[in-house]
Structures are given as structure tokens and as C-alpha cells.
């Protein structure tokens, strides 16, 4: 195990390598923010394991970060005494990409390096980004519990292979040691890397020491003492109060919590009191991750109590379609010692799920009233996923449909921008329904023949299109008192949008026409149930309807699909 071994790195860590040095180059020292953000993390899983295994602490309990710069060796060393890692974590977290979504994220580039630069942004960068100011690499790390006789040395510069090898380290934890580029060595001072960790990374509640730095007046030169000082406020940003914490520190928080390189769209802080007492820090994504569709997505909600970090991804804290939804809540009641399955029981939780989910909406509702650029964008993002709450969350039914955007007739665009409400206040008068046309591709739904009739009269159809659609209108049957109702199914009657005239025609009509109808319906056999003279049609000459009580048409496509 102590030989020395040289591995290739995943070709895709080569491409992305090369792209995130070229599109952030301007924005280099967000290399700290990204490798204190790990650090953090690390002693978050420390603390975590430690609670059922008290040896991980190895009488060292003090976690932090350390950051230390050597002039001479020109290097920066970024140190944590969090869970470090062995030697199978290290090939399977360093030198490859396991974010799931990457095969996604890869299929996405373009080769257009404008383009590609901002999709970076959203895969986030992580530890690659160490590379932006160091062309090698020397990460030693060894994994709490093990001997210190096994402790892993991992070395690159960044160009295609890396080295590891067997080696002590005394202290649990991982050490990162960045050899700078030729031109950064401004980063070689204690006021420059101050000022970034102030800037970046004020958020983390590790303190982030370094050694004190003295002026001596006999040598006229600033020394370096052996004390440390913490450079951050090291205490946890959602327990401050609203008011002493700025936009930015917001912003650099959610970057830390959601790996997200980008600012979030919007977010809300708040305190809950009364029977459960919780903290609730909560963001909205300007972007939807590359897996928001995979069913191993990662990095939800994070769960702390009291301060205490206790798990990642807390999926019981989020339904399902509000699953983009990043942050931290902090309870002040449950034991330090929750576990996933006593976390899936809880009555708490499920109260703490149901304040989290109405404050979720309450957000929506007010970008969607006060800030409808905002919303607009949020729609395109996760629209497609909101729609699965009107099938999963009963209790907030109303207020997701309130939310839900629509392509319709109205004007025949593809971008979803009607509201239920907007419709209902086009409704003819006579109307008491709300029509909708579901199809598979928008084109399809917009040119359908059941609109005809509706064009005809100026009765506006809602367009839908979405995969999810056909599931979402199942659920979805009246609003504010009025039914939805399918342009393509059963015996559509206009109501009282057709005239007294109209239907004497169309009985007559039945009538005159009953031996071609007999006919056509002999020649189709058991295809067809019922063939039957319409004036839905304007132009086309025949349509397909469904039964009143039938599936629509692409719900049973679907069905058909997944083998049912
Ligand atoms: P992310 O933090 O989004 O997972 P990174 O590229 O920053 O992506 O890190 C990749 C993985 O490497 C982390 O998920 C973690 O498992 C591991 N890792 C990185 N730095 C450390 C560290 N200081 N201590 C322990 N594990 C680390
Ligand atoms: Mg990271």
C-alpha cells in the first residue's frame, strides 16, 4: 500500500479543468471560498459520525480551519481536522467527478467557451478550482480513526494524471497545499488572504484561524507570531438577526450550502416560535441543478439542531417538488441524535416540513405578485416541477394552482404566462368552465381540431404540453368553483355558449347524416366506440374524442410507455 501510484484522471476532469480555467479567470480567489467550503463540510460529516462513535474526536475536539502561507516555498495551505479521507475516497472524490448530473452537464457543452463559461457556474467548480492559482496540487489527508501511518498523499498539476502514495500524518484531517502560479504572489500575505475569507466566507462557523501577524519596530518588518487569530465571526449566519446580516453575506452563504456558483433567485430567514422552535434559512436557485430530474439528486436542506450540524439532503424536510429548494433549518427541540429513520416518524418534523413548505409558497406568491420578471424566470427553471405538487401536497392544492402558469390560446405562446386567474377574468359570459387541450409537443396542442369551435367563438383553451400535464389536470378538476375541462373528451356541450339555434341544427343534422355515421363506424369496428356528426370542427373534417370517463390520449400513451 505505501507504493507510489500514478492514476489518469477521468477525461472529463481534464475538459473541465481546462474550461474553468479559462472562464474564471477574472474571478480567481473564489478558490478559497471553494476549499473552505469543504473544509467546513468535513468537520460537519466529523461531527456528525462522532456522534455515535466517540474515538473520531482523538482527543483533538477544537474543530477549525487553518490557513497558513509559506513565502520561500511560495505556497498556501488550507488545513482542516475534519473526517479527512482514505485512499478509496481519494480516488473517488478527488480525482474524478461523481456530482451526479455530470454526464448531463458534459452533453449541455457546446464548445462555445461564452456559452460553456456560464453552465460552469451552475455544475459548480469545487476542489478543481485550487488550479485556477496553483499548478500543482498536494493534498495529504488522513481519515478520522485510521492510524497515522495511513494517511494518503494525493499530488497533481492538474494536466491529466496524479500521484498517490502512502504517507504519515499525525493530526486527523485534510491538509491542501497550493503551489502558486508564477503571478500569485499576492496571495503570499496575510491582508490579501484576510480579505478574501472576509469577503467569501464570513458565513462558516468553524473559526478560520491564521498566525498573528506583528509590526517589529527594531527590525522594521512585520513578523509572524506563533498565536492564531480567528479572521471570521465564526457563528452561524441564520442565528444572527436579520438586521446585521448583509445581501452579500446571504449570497455567499447560499453558494456555501448549495455548491451553487451562482446567486440564488430569492430566499427567506426567518424564526419560528411557539411549540416548535426552529430557524429556517431558505433559497430559491436562479438555476435548476443538472439533476433535478435524476431520482439520486444530492444537497437539499440541511439540518442543524442547535447549531449543531446533523445532516445533509434531509428529504424529509421538503416534499418532492419542492425539491430545488436550498438552506438550513435549525430546530431547537429535536435530540442531537436524530437519526434519517427517527427523522421520517417525527411529528416535529412533519410540523417543521409544514411551516417550511407554507413559507416556501409564501415566497413564490410574492415573487409571482410583486416581482413577475422574477417569477417568469422561476417558472422556466422549475415550473414542470411545481406542477407535481398539485398531485402530492393536498393540503396546499389552491395555492400551487394559483402559481401554476399556462400557454394558451389567449396568445399562442409557447411561454407559460397565463394564471387560472388571468383566464377566469377572460371568461365569456355564459362560460362556466375551464377548457384546457393536452397534447404531446406544444405545436401539436395549439393546432389541435378541438380547438376550432372554441377559436371560432373567441372561448380562450389552455395549452399543455408538459410531460407532467396529463398527471397534474388529473388532480387538478375545479378552481375557484369552476370545473377544468378536457376540449377532447366526451359529449362537449358549450353550454350556454352554444345557441338555442345551433342545437336544433346539429339534432337535425344527427339525423340526415345517421347512415354515413353507420357506416363509418362499421368500416372502424372495434377501434371506435361511437362515430358522431360534430360542429366542434371548423375546418379539419374528422377528430378523435375520448370518453367522458376514458384517460386522455396521452395519459394513456404514457401508461403504455412505462409497460402498463
Ligand atoms: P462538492 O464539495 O460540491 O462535493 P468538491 O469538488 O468541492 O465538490 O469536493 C469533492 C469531494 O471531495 C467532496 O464532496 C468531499 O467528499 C471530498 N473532499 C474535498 N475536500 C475535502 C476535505 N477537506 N475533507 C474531506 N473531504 C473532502
Ligand atoms: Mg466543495
Not at 98 to 114: E, I, N, P, V
Not at 215 to 222: N, S, V
Not at 339 to 350: F, N, P, Y
Request: glycine share 6%; hydrophobic share 40%; charged share 30%.
Amino acid at each position: 500500500e505505501a507504493h507510489k501510484e500514478t492514476l489518469g484522471f477521468q477525461a472529463e476532469v481534464k475538459q473541465l479543468l481546462n474550461l474553468m480555467i479559462h472562464s474564471l479567470y477574472s474571478n480567481k480567489e473564489i478558490f478559497l471560498r471553494e476549499l473552505i467550503s469543504n473544509a467546513s463540510d468535513a468537520a460537519d460529516k466529523l461531527r456528525f459520525e462522532a456522534l455515535s462513535d466517540d474515538a473520531l474526536w482523538e482527543n483533538d475536539p477544537e474543530l477549525r480551519i487553518r490557513i497558513a502561507f509559506d513565502k520561500d516555498a511560495r505556497t498556501v495551505t488550507i488545513s482542516d481536522n475534519g473526517i479527512g479521507m482514505n485512499r478509496q475516497e481519494v480516488i473517488e472524490h478527488i480525482g474524478t467527478i461523481a456530482k451526479s448530473g455530470t454526464r448531463q452537464f458534459f452533453d449541455a457543452l457546446s464548445g462555445d467557451q461564452a456559452k460553456d463559461s456560464h453552465l460552469i457556474g451552475q455544475f459548480g467548480v469545487g476542489f478543481y478550482s485550487a488550479f485556477l492559482v496553483a499548478d500543482k496540487v498536494t493534498l495529504i489527508t488522513r481519515r478520522a480513526g485510521l492510524g497515522a501511518e495511513h494517511a494518503v498523499q494525493w499530488e497533481s498539476a492538474g494536466e491529466g494524471d496524479y500521484t498517490l502514495e502512502t504517507v504519515e500524518k499525525s493530526g486527523r484531517g485534510t491538509d491542501v497545499i497550493l503551489h502558486l502560479r508564477a503571478d500569485e504572489d499576492e496571495l503570499l500575505s496575510s491582508y490579501k488572504l484576510q480579505s478574501i475569507i472576509r469577503k467569501y466566507s464570513d458565513h462558516i462557523t468553524l473559526p478560520i484561524v491564521m498566525k498573528k501577524e506583528e509590526w517589529d519596530a527594531e527590525k522594521k518588518e512585520t513578523v509572524v507570531r506563533d498565536e492564531e487569530e480567528a479572521i471570521n465571526q465564526a457563528s452561524a449566519l441564520w442565528a444572527r438577526p436579520k438586521s446585521e446580516i448583509t445581501p452579500e453575506q446571504y449570497e455567499e452563504f447560499y453558494k456555501h450550502v448549495a455548491h451553487d456558483y451562482e446567486a440564488p433567485l430569492a430566499y427567506i430567514h426567518a424564526k419560528v416560535e411557539g411549540k416548535q422552535e426552529y430557524t429556517q434559512l431558505l433559497y430559491i436557485p436562479a438555476h435548476a441543478p443538472f439533476d433535478l430530474w435524476d431520482r439520486e439528486q444530492r444537497h437539499g436542506i440541511k439540518l442543524y439542531v442547535r447549531r449543531v450540524f446533523i445532516m445533509d439532503d434531509a428529504k424529509q424536510l421538503m416534499p418532492t417538488y419542492l425539491r430545488f429548494v436550498r438552506g438550513v433549518i435549525d430546530s431547537n427541540d429535536l435530540p442531537l441524535n436524530v437519526s434519517r429513520e427517527i427523522l421520517q416518524e417525527s411529528k416535529d418534523i412533519e410540523a417543521i416540513r409544514g411551516g417550511s413548505v407554507k413559507k416556501v409558497l409564501g415566497m413564490l406568491e410574492d415573487l409571482a405578485q410583486n416581482q413577475t420578471e422574477k417569477y417568469t424566470a422561476f417558472w422556466k427553471e422549475f415550473g414542470r416541477v411545481i406542477k407535481e405538487g398539485v398531485g402530492e401536497d393536498f393540503a396546499n392544492k389552491d395555492r400551487i394552482a394559483k402559481l401554476i402558469r399556462f400557454s394558451s390560446t389567449h396568445n399562442d405562446s409557447e411561454e407559460q404566462g397565463v394564471s387560472l386567474a388571468d383566464y377566469i377574468g377572460r371568461m365569456k359570459e355564459g362560460q362556466d368552465a375551464i377548457y384546457f387541450v393536452t397534447a404531446d409537443s406544444f405545436a401539436a396542442a395549439k393546432n389541435s381540431p378541438h380547438l376550432e369551435i372554441f377559436r371560432a367563438k373567441g372561448v380562450e383553451v389552455l395549452l399543455l404540453a408538459d410531460r407532467v400535464d396529463e398527471w397534474m389536470i388529473s388532480h387538478l378538476t375545479e378552481f375557484d368553483g369552476k370545473k377544468l375541462q378536457s376540449v377532447a373528451k366526451g359529449d362537449l356541450d358549450l353550454g350556454k355558449l352554444a345557441d338555442e339555434e345551433e342545437k336544433k341544427e346539429q339534432a337535425q343534422e344527427a339525423d340526415a347524416f345517421k347512415e354515413l355515421t353507420d357506416k363509418i363506424k362499421e368500416a372502424l369496428g372495434e377501434q371506435v366506440k361511437e362515430v358522431r356528426i360534430t360542429h366542434r370542427l371548423t375546418s379539419s373534417p374528422a377528430c378523435l374524442v375520448a370518453g367522458e370517463h376514458d384517460m386522455g390520449a396521452n395519459l394513456e400513451r404514457l401508461l403504455k410507455a412505462a409497460g402498463q
